[in-house]
C-alpha cells in the first residue's frame, strides 16, 4: 500500500512534514500524558509546572513525571515517525525494516557491541565535559553549564530506584520506550531521509547522529551521544532491520540503569554516571574489540541473503 503523499518529494520536503507530525504529536502526548497524570496522581497543571521546575522538592512526584516523559515521548517521537510514514511511504514494516530476518547471533553481537564500547566511550565523556569554548563565548558557556547542572538534578531526581517495582518502572520509561521510540524517529525515518537527500550513506548517518545529540539539549553531553548514534546508525545502515538499533539502545540504557540501582544499592562500587574516564587499558582495549566486532558485523550483515529492497532508501 502506497502513501497518500508522493513518495517523489525531496527528502528536506519530507523532513519538514515528518518535524510537523512529531510536533504534533507532542501536542497529543502532553494532553494525554496530562489527562494520565490528573487520574493517576491528581496533580493538576500547575502542580505539573512545578514539579518540572523543582523536582527534588517533592520526590513523591517521580512516578508522574516518569509518566509525563514517557507518554510525550511516545506520541511525539513513535507516533509521529510512524504517521509520516503511513501517510508518506505506507508500509510500515517494509520501511523501517526492508529486511525482515536477523541471524540471532548477529543480533547478540550487535547488542554486546554497545557494552564494549563503553570504556572507549568514557574518555569522550571526560574530554566533552572539561571542554572549553572561546572566551567570547564564555557566557553562552555559562548558560549551558547551568542548563546542564539542573538536568543532571532531574536525571539523578527520575533515576534514584529504592525497590525493584521502580526499577522495573524505570526501565520501561528511561530504557525501552526511548530506545523504541529515539530509533523509529533518528534511525528509522530520518537517517534514511538524510542519506537519500545527500547521497552518501555516511553523510546521512553522521547528521543524523548530531540531530540525535543535539536534540537532548546537553552540550556536555554531544559527542559521547554522537558516537552512539552513529554506532547504531551503521549497525542499521548494514543489517536494514530497525529492531537491531533498538536493541543496541535499549542495552546502552538499560545498562546504565541496572548499573545505578546496584550502585544505590551498595552491591557494586562502579559509579556508571561518572564522567572520568576509565583508565586507559581499558580505553585502548575497547576501542581494538569494537572495531574487530564492527567488522564481523559489517562482513556479517552483508553476507545474509535476504529478499531484494529498494536501496534508493539507504
Known sequence: MKGFISTRQHPFTSILLLTAFVIAGF?????????????????????????????????????????????TMLCG?????????????????????????????????????????????????????????PSFLREMEAGMKAKEEQLKVLTEYLTKFDTIGSLLFGMLIIAVLPAICEELLFRGVLQQELIRWFKNPHVGILLASFIFGAIHFQFYGLFPRMALGMVLGYLYY?????????????????FTLLFLYLHQQGAVDVKIESTEAMPWYW?????????????????????????????DRF
Open 238 to 254: 548494514w543489517s536494514k532491520n530497525i529492531w537491531v538499533p533498538i536493541l543496541g539502545h535499549f542495552m546502552n540504557n538499560g
Open 77 to 133: 517521537f513513535a507516533l509521529g515517525a510512524l504517521a509520516f510514514i503511513k501517510f508518506n511511504k505506507g508500509d510500515v514494516g517494509e520501511y523501517l525494516s526492508p529486511k525482515s530476518q536477523v541471524p540471532f547471533n548477529a543480533l547478540l553481537l550487535s547488542a554486546v557491541l554497545i557494552i564494549l564500547i563503553m570504556p572507549a566511550n568514557s574518555w569522550l565523556i571526560e574530554w566533552n565535559v572539561n571542554l572549553q569554548l
Open 27 to 71: 501536542f497529543v502526548g502532553m494532553f494525554l500524558s496530562m489527562v494520565l497524570v490528573k487520574v493517576l496522581f491528581g496533580y493538576g497543571m500547575v502542580e505539573m509546572q512545578q514539579l518540572l521546575q523543582n523536582p527534588t522538592d517533592n520526590p513523591e512526584g517521580r512516578q508522574a513525571l516518569l509518566v509525563y516523559q514517557g507518554v
Open 283 to 311: 580505553s585502548l582495549g575497547s576501542v581494538v574489540i569494537s572495531g574487530l566486532v564492527l567488522y564481523v558485523l559489517h562482513k556479517g550483515y552483508n553476507q545474509v541473503t535476504h529478499p531484494a529492497v529498494n536501496e
